[in-house]
């Protein structure tokens, strides 16, 4: 794969007169920050700009304008670009990947996974804790307005996806972009308030249920939460309510490894992973058709609750 670089990518979004900006199903915090704020800044330089994602946005980020305006149908707009972010492979496009491939103008690839291998004609995958993290000197290149709009939507980005600025992968740099985003007027309290600080009473009550069934395995190396679709009607919470539930594992003194299993659809299971740095968990979910991080990735797998929870435990052994 060739990176290309900042200022190509820069020269790119100068150039283009009608861009679409993908995000990845099941949008989380730093696919819809860094492709609303691409958004944003597009427009406020005179260009027309979309973001289309497959599935709905989820509520808890409808504190922020933006995220009300992302379109899940292909609108009759002249495209002469695509963009994706935070999009490790193609397939994460959903049903929007056969349009992405078949484009013929200019397609663009902006993240951070290191399983990425550069699927478009441009590419910056650069490894560091969030794509909001290389939007935000893709944006300071290019001249484009950084306010305080573009500024909290890559906030949410950074902060959502670096963990709160815990995680091992957070660098200098990071904290020099929260440093810049702040002082263009990033709301931070609010942000980490909307995404940490509260919770709907569906969620508590799942959250409960989860807690109550955790399990270890490998000598407690190995913890997992369960989440069935039955779990989910009797809280009356849907699977966008599970985000974080990961952590509860995670934060067992002695642990290696910890998993979310939620129940997706008759025999198929999301699986959220999560190392402490001993295994390469980005590298285990490979092992099922998925990817991410190296200390936090996800895959899914198929199979009876019983048969993923062998599969996954008998991963997780092999990688320890």
């Known amino acids: 794969m060739k990176n290309n670089s900042v200022e190509e990518i820069t020269e790119k979004l100068k150039n283009c007169r009608v861009a679409a900006i993908f995000c990845h199903v099941r949008p989380d915090g730093d696919t819809l920050g860094s492709g609303l704020a691409l958004c944003a800044a597009l427009r406020k330089a005179g260009k027309s700009a979309h973001v289309f994602c497959e599935d709905p946005v989820p509520e808890k980020f409808h504190f922020l304008p933006a995220a009300k305006t992302v379109k899940s149908q292909l609108s009759d707009d002249n495209f002469d670009i695509l963009i994706t972010v935070d999009c490790a492979d193609i397939q994460r496009l959903g049903s ?3 349009y992405f491939s078949k484009f013929r103008g200019v397609t663009v690839n902006i993240d951070h996974h290191v399983s990425n291998e550069g699927y478009a004609g441009v590419n910056l995958v650069k490894v560091c804790p969030a794509t909001c993290q290389i939007m935000t000197g893709i944006l300071k290149n290019s001249g484009f307005p950084v306010d305080k709009e573009v500024s909290d939507l890559l906030m949410l980005g950074l902060i959502t996806d670096s963990g709160n600025f815990t995680h091992l992968d957070v660098t200098a740099e990071t904290y020099e972009t929260a440093a810049y ?13 909307e995404m940490y600080g509260r919770q709907s009473k569906p969620r508590a009550l799942l959250y409960g249920i989860a807690a109550s069934g955790l399990k270890f395995a490998l000598d407690d190396k ?16 849907d699977g966008a309510s599970t985000e974080g539930f990961v952590d509860l594992p995670l934060s067992v ?8 299993v939620l129940e997706f659809k008759d025999n198929q299971y999301k699986v959220s992973l999560r190392s402490k740095g001993r ?14 991080h190296v200390l936090a990735s996800g895959c899914m797998i198929f199979g009876s609750l019983e048969e993923v929870l062998d599969k996954l435990t008998y991963a997780v052994y092999q990688n320890l």
């Open 253 to 260: 003194d002695g642990l290696e490894v910890a998993a979310s």
């Open 181 to 193: 985003l702040r002082g263009n007027g990033a709301d931070m309290h609010s942000i980490n308030y």
């Open 96 to 98: 929007f990947s056969k």
């Open 222 to 237: 190995f913890a997992y939460i369960t989440v069935t679709r039955a779990d989910m009607e009797k809280a009356g919470a």
């Open 279 to 292: 295994v390469n968990v980005s590298s285990l979910a490979a092992g099922f058709g998925g990817g991410g």
